[in-house]
């Protein structure tokens, strides 16, 4: 289906899924902190109190609001005695809020959590532990997307969220600039790659990629230090995770993250196919195909694929209505490249709904966090086409809204049919180890240091792991 023009005019900033791209100062120090306030531990089957209140409810996303605001006001007819203040911050500001209302003991009641913070959470007793709530219930888990539970369940074995949904990678591109490259959409859907040359996907970049005087990556005379448009887009350098960057790529040659899906013993960033990954992609900075990492801070991958300076960018399907609405380009997506298992990759990642333990109103954050993970809310999401919802009965009613864009969602939906889906890593000390990687990622990306030296980046991310796991 190819997607309708738009017309000139602004763009929508890009809301943020993934673990943060810089974190924020002293945040570990602020967690750890919140200990010594004497916050209670979590689990509290017998404790859990107030039922009816006012309840604060935080997220990050504008996009979900509405939506979600669209359940609060459902609720509240069904549960008159409660109602939902819904406070939404910034991506960045919200995480640097949490932080400190935990260290203030003034955490919202339930808010909106990330698979990569919930352990540091959950360790330090600053979230509860739903078990006994889900039994008392009789929650069907079974209910949800397989593999969005289990990114819930924390190293103890209990369960800190009901999932809310669920996110896959694609690449957006320029239909106009593809075209005029001779690009087809069978062929951008067949792309192949591998470490040594690339593969057909660094061919589709390099002829993508136009410098100022017209010349393309491909042709002789290309002038790779006067580049008008990359053939890809850069949002940052990946840091230990590489949602949108590099871990599509990487995990196609049998590299994984960790020595266990989740909350595993060690990291593998010292894995020759990891280091010639990152040593193929930084590569493409080199030719000229895409942006040095100095071009790309407080730029929108979004706003540079509208303005030209992009003409293909990897991003995730929570952002879809972001590219939807973007004016004046014609855009449609493209599924990850097929890599040297002969299969393509995505990282699969879930939001869900966490309890404050400080909150007084344990019995109606429940029934609120239980309603958010309901058919009835998630059909209201799935109605709305901000994200796919993690609920497996309501997904086909997101797929049809997002069709609507013009966009192939199958770009998106493949990994989940083809189960190629590689879950996002859960660690313990996941701040620390996730500053250590942003940091030596960045000077990779920038040519101030080699692949080669994250052999010793991952000797220091398991150390800083095992002293982590040695504290339990």
Known sequence: MTPRERTPGNTSPTSRRRAPRRLLAGAAALVAAAVLTGCVQSGTAEGAYGETGNLSYWMWDSNQVPAYQKCADAFEIDNPEITISIEQYGYDDYWNKLMTSFVANSAPDVFVDHSSKYGDYSSRGLIENLDDLILADNVDMSQYVEGTAELWQGPDGHQYGLPKDWDTVALFYNEDMTTEAG????ELGEMTWNPEDGGSYEQVIASLTVDENGVRGNEEGFDKGNVETYGLGLDDSGGGYGQVTWAMLAATTGWTYMDTPTWGSEFNYDDPRFQAT????RGLIDKGYMPPLSQTVGTALSSKLQVGAYAMVTDGSWNI???????????NTAPTPVGVEGKRASTFNSLADSISVSSTQKGAAWEWVK?????ECQQVV??????????TAVDTIAEEKFAQ???DVSAFTTHIDDKTTVLFPLSEAAVEIGAVMTNSMDKVMSFSAEPSSLTATDAAVNKLLSLEQQKE
């Open 183 to 186: 690009i087809t959409a069978e």
């Open 405 to 407: 864009t013009g966009f």
């Open 371 to 375: 309603y958010l993970g309901s058919i």
């Open 278 to 281: 990152i040593g193929w992609w």
């Open 321 to 331: 209505n972001t590219y939807d609405k973007l004016q004046g380009v014609n855009l």
């Open 382 to 391: 799935a109605e709305a086409g901000v994200v796919f919802p993690s609920i």
